[in-house]
């Protein structure tokens, strides 16, 4: 079980699962509407379905394909999306039927300054048309909201006007590319400064007309990069006119949901949660900041973090948890595979197509309960 290979250098792959089952509700503390509006006809409505109930957002996109080994971590461009499009739409399919109310594109990392990274800014506007394209499509079909996607540059720096220039025409490009594609709202996420993410909601409000959800990431201090607490940050991009504030990413349930808290009784609209799934503690609260005992204490991030990865159990308590606190845009980000929303979804009192297989050890080999197990495995119970 404890695989001490150096998990930088190899990713090792644990059989066991220790996953506690998250439990079942009957309740529709999520608000079971989406489905109601989905038989009719998509709704584009992204206010309106929060003003129903929760609103789940999966991200996490470019961790999940780069262990499905379409792209590198690292610099994290999604590259996918020319070399195999199919991956990408399948793993759109594969969050929505787990439970994801959004598609949302991704246009992560595929901006100009991260291509410039990698060496091809060449393919800078086909590269988020194709992730477009391919968002839109499995929106349509599948009745979910279709959600243009916004990140970190990398480059702001509020003391070089050069680089604010930059900044702003990379957030002005890519909404007029999702404008284009007819985008339902816009995710700006992942902004370490108050500053970035006002300029990717300032972008947003000048070049289109759709709702914007704008969620930072807290590294180790609890505090942007220009000394805002995350409540006042998320208060003041309230002013500015964001439809949804909140946070994503870098931290996990344990080590965002105080901060969530603040927030929360901070501002009066819409508050997001989407951390990672990732056991971050107070002394390393971002996932970042992990080190592995079983590896010489290295920095696990990012492709050692197996042994950090929260249970489906966990994500389903942060998912009741922060919709308790009045909380309704949810999602999990960098980490998150399907079975993960699924959990998010049933925390929810949904019942998502996936749920079909969510686990029932009634008919297991050995800790199965049905009568028709037979005695010499239910016997041998206690020597598992
Ligand atoms: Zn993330």
């Not at 070049?207 to 807290?218: E, G, H, W």
């Amino acid at each position: 079980m404890a695989a001490r290979a150096r998990t930088r250098i190899k990713p090792s792959r644990s059989a066991g699962s220790r996953a506690r089952s998250p439990r079942r509700s009957s309740g529709r503390a999520g608000g079971g509407s989406h489905r109601t509006a989905r038989s009719k006809g998509p709704e584009r409505d992204l206010l309106a379905r929060l003003k129903e109930g929760a609103v789940i957002c999966a991200e996490g996109y470019v961790f999940e394909l780069e262990r499905r080994g379409y792209l590198q971590a690292g610099a994290f461009v999604p590259e996918v999306l020319f070399d195999h499009p199919e991956v990408v739409e399948q793993l759109h399919m594969d969050f929505v039927h787990a439970g994801s109310d959004v598609t949302e594109a991704l246009t992560y990392y595929v901006h100009r300054e991260k291509l410039r990274v990698i060496g091809r800014e060449k393919d800078l506007m086909p590269m988020n048309r194709a992730a477009l394209g391919i968002a839109k499509r499995v929106a349509r079909r599948t009745g979910t909201l279709f959600a243009g996607d916004l990140c970190n540059t990398n480059i702001y720096d509020p003391a070089d006007q050069d680089s604010l220039r930059e900044v702003g025409r990379i957030f002005a490009e890519q909404v007029g590319w999702a404008v284009e594609a007819g985008v339902d709202y816009f995710i700006a996420e992942t902004f370490s400064w108050t500053g970035e993410a006002l300029m990717a909601l300032e972008a947003i409000r000048r070049y289109s007309k759709v709702p914007a959800v704008v969620t930072l990431a807290m590294h180790r201090e609890a505090m942007t990069r220009d000394g805002h607490t995350p409540a006042e940050a998320c208060r003041r991009l309230e002013a500015a006119g964001a439809d949804v504030v909140g946070l994503n990413c870098h931290r996990g349930p344990r080590t965002m949901m105080p901060l969530l808290r603040e927030i929360r009784a901070a501002v009066q609209c819409h508050v997001a949660a989407l951390p990672v799934p990732y056991r971050t503690t107070p002394e390393q609260p971002s996932f970042m900041s992990l080190t592995d005992p079983c590896c010489g204490n290295e920095r696990a991030f990012p492709v050692g973090l197996d042994p950090f990865m929260c249970t489906r159990g966990e994500i389903f308590d942060f998912g009741r948890e922060a919709f308790g606190l009045g909380i309704r845009y949810l999602g999990v980000c960098c980490g998150a595979g399907p079975h993960h929303v699924r959990a998010l979804a049933e925390s929810l009192g949904r019942r998502p197509p996936a749920s079909r297989f969510t686990v029932d050890m009634s008919r297991h080999a050995v800790f199965g309960t049905d009568k028709r197990i037979r005695k010499i495995m239910t016997d041998y119970r206690a020597k598992a």
